[in-house]
């Protein structure tokens, strides 16, 4: 029998592979490594969810003078300090960090803060020239954002560069439609940047429900976002001399305009690249992702893959369920394979939507459906005299009964699926839901007092 270095060898240092490495150490007394080329934590941590949402918190303060002013309070409004947000910002992602790496530490994992490739089946090489056997290697490499094939498309930043400017624009041309794109359009907007966004599409937030993405768009552009879809561009070019200055925009239609900072957020790729998976025999897919099957097992058998990297479902709590997998599978004699149906989400605009099941038209094509849908100015923004609406929908199969999909779009949307998701992934029906008794007064209470169809397909 082959000796190993270590019975497990992970890539990749992210929220999944973290949690992959620390549990086969942990519960199934595994030797376990783990390499990881940039800072603990990954996309999740360092550069995507969790500053997004500080972000987030940052710029839902714009609108509280004003608001509370509705309520009797007097509150002057002042200036956003982005150079003391970002200093306290860092301060936090620097702690998370260090959880990551006390938890990998305390649970007797080896780390190894250097990229990492395949060399064969059971070996990995390090940048420095050193290599490992090990029983089974997994990796869990997530993605990276990528720029557009266009002339200097260099000249506009991506996701990852937000967190780090060192001074916010004063107008700034998202390119995209997608989610991150919205995100950032709402969360910089509400940080005081002038911001326009572009999409090539007729609407933005394409794969969620379309009165959900009807919603979402209105309410954009009623806050002052210059939303504009079906529209695209095709180089862009400095405005001046200076390197760092304004950047001139040509569009499709061949119109010319200017803005300080061009953001794309037109897509993310599998971080696949020079990892010589494809010389050891690891199938990629078409956009470079690593295809697995059901228990995430490559088509080479001492090799798995989660995550991002596979581009399956590419949410954080799905790659930390995805590796607890792959530990009862390979570690624990307990094959799991990953349930990657009704998974609840959210997309963290103003207002946010949180989803979880089938849109309307995904439905519509299974078979007869009922639509419970209800759409309204929920009493605290209705008092402060807002026009933002809120939306609360539910799709019922005619036959069973049972809920296919929940949408909402509220503030706080993503508190609130995650308590819809439970009971959609237990299999209720909209006469469950019936039977609930309405928490009032609260915008929920609507999920649960719907009597009677919208419409029916």
Same mark, same amino acid.
């Given at each position: 029998?082959?000796?190993?270095?270590?019975?497990?060898?992970?890539?990749?240092?992210?929220?999944?592979?973290?949690?992959?490495?620390?549990?086969?150490?942990?519960?199934?007394?595994?030797?376990?490594?783990?390499?990881?080329?940039?800072?603990?934590?990954?996309?999740?941590?360092?550069?995507?969810?969790?500053?997004?949402?500080?972000?987030?918190?940052?710029?839902?303060?714009?609108?509280?003078?004003?608001?509370?002013?509705?309520?009797?309070?007097?509150?002057?409004?002042?200036?956003?300090?982005?150079?003391?947000?970002?200093?306290?910002?860092?301060?936090?992602?620097?702690?998370?960090?260090?959880?990551?790496?006390?938890?990998?530490?305390?649970?007797?994992?080896d780390s190894f803060d250097?990229?990492?490739?395949?060399?064969?089946?059971?070996?990995?090489?390090?940048?420095?020239?050193?290599?490992?056997?090990?029983?089974?290697?997994?990796?869990?490499?997530?993605?990276?954002?990528?720029?557009?094939?266009?002339?200097?498309?260099?000249?506009?930043?991506?996701?990852?560069?937000?967190?780090?400017?060192?001074?916010?624009?004063?107008?700034? %041309?998202? /390119?995209?439609?997608?989610?991150? =794109?919205?995100?950032? #359009?709402?969360?910089?907007?509400?940080?005081? &940047?002038? $911001? *326009?966004?572009?999409?090539?599409?007729?609407?933005?937030?394409?794969?969620?429900?379309?009165?959900?993405?009807?919603?979402?768009?209105?309410?954009?552009?009623?806050?002052?976002?210059? %939303?504009? /879809?079906?529209?695209?561009?095709? =180089?862009?070019?400095? #405005?001046?001399?200076?390197?760092?200055?304004? &950047?001139? $925009? *040509?569009?499709?239609?061949?119109?010319?305009?200017?803005?300080?900072?061009?953001?794309?957020?037109?897509?993310?790729?599998?971080?696949?690249?020079?990892?010589?998976?494809?010389?050891?025999?690891?199938?990629?897919?078409?956009?470079?992702?690593?295809?697995?099957?059901?228990?995430?097992?490559?088509?080479?058998?001492?090799?798995?893959?989660?995550?991002?990297?596979?581009?399956?479902?590419?949410?954080?709590?799905?790659?930390?369920?995805?590796?607890?997998?792959?530990?009862?599978?390979?570690?624990?004699?307990?094959?799991?394979?990953?349930?990657?149906?009704?998974i609840p989400s959210a997309?963290?605009?103003?207002?946010?939507?949180?989803?979880?099941?089938?849109?309307?038209?995904?439905?519509?094509?299974?078979?007869?459906?009922?639509?419970?849908?209800?759409?309204?100015?929920?009493?605290?923004?209705?008092?402060?005299?807002?026009?933002?609406?809120?939306?609360?929908?539910?799709?019922?199969?005619?036959?069973?009964?049972?809920?296919?999909?929940?949408?909402?779009?509220?503030?706080?949307?993503?508190?609130?699926?995650?308590?819809?998701?439970?009971?959609?992934?237990?299999?209720?029906?909209?006469?469950?839901?019936?039977?609930?008794?309405?928490?009032?007064?609260?915008?929920?209470?609507?999920?649960?007092?719907?009597?009677?169809?919208?419409?029916?397909?």
């Amino acid at each position: 029998m082959m000796s190993f270095d270590y019975d497990l060898f992970v890539i990749g240092g992210g929220s999944g592979g973290v949690r992959a490495a620390r549990v086969a150490a942990g519960e199934a007394n595994a030797k376990v490594a783990l390499a990881e080329e940039d800072r603990y934590g990954g996309t999740c941590v360092i550069r995507g969810c969790v500053p997004k949402k500080l972000m987030v918190y940052a710029s839902s303060y714009a609108d509280m003078p004003e608001t509370a002013a509705h309520y009797g309070w007097e509150i002057n409004k002042g200036a956003f300090n982005w150079e003391s947000f970002r200093g306290h910002l860092n301060t936090e992602l620097d702690r998370l960090e260090g959880v990551y790496r006390k938890l990998l530490k305390n649970s007797g994992v080896d780390s190894f803060d250097q990229r990492a490739r395949i060399k064969d089946a059971h070996t990995v090489e390090l940048d420095n020239g050193d290599t490992y056997t090990a029983k089974h290697i997994l990796v869990a490499t997530g993605g990276r954002p990528v720029r557009p094939e266009l002339k200097n498309a260099e000249l506009g930043i991506v996701s990852d560069d937000i967190f780090h400017l060192e001074t916010l624009p004063k107008s700034m %041309l998202i /390119v995209g439609g997608g989610y991150i =794109a919205c995100e950032f #359009a709402c969360i910089l907007h509400g940080l005081g &940047v002038e $911001v *326009t966004q572009y999409y090539r599409g007729e609407q933005i937030l394409r794969g969620f429900d379309d009165e959900a993405r009807e919603l979402i768009a209105n309410s954009m552009k009623e806050r002052g976002i210059d %939303l504009q /879809v079906e529209t695209d561009i095709s =180089a862009l070019a400095l #405005a001046g001399d200076d390197s760092n200055g304004p &950047v001139r $925009v *040509t569009r499709k239609d061949g119109e010319e305009v200017e803005f300080d900072m061009v953001f794309f957020a037109t897509g993310r790729r599998p971080n696949t690249d020079s990892m010589g998976l494809e010389e050891v025999g690891v199938k990629l897919g078409r956009s470079s992702e690593i295809e697995v099957d059901e228990y995430s097992q490559t088509a080479v058998p001492s090799i798995y893959a989660i995550g991002d990297v596979t581009d399956r479902v590419n949410l954080t709590p799905v790659a930390i369920r995805e590796g607890m997998a792959f530990v009862e599978t390979v570690f624990k004699g307990n094959p799991t394979p990953v349930d990657h149906a009704l998974i609840p989400s959210a997309v963290f605009t103003q207002p946010e939507l949180g989803t979880v099941g089938l849109t309307e038209s995904e439905a519509a094509k299974l078979g007869a459906i009922d639509v419970y849908a209800t759409s309204f100015r929920p009493m605290q923004t209705a008092f402060a005299d807002k026009p933002e609406k809120v939306l609360m929908k539910l799709i019922v199969s005619q036959e069973s009964r049972k809920i296919l999909g929940c949408h909402i779009v509220a503030p706080d949307a993503g508190e609130l699926i995650q308590m819809a998701g439970i009971a959609i992934k237990m299999g209720a029906t909209k006469e469950d839901f019936d039977r609930t008794v309405a928490v009032h007064p609260t915008m929920s209470e609507e999920i649960v007092t719907m009597r009677s169809p919208t419409r029916s397909g």
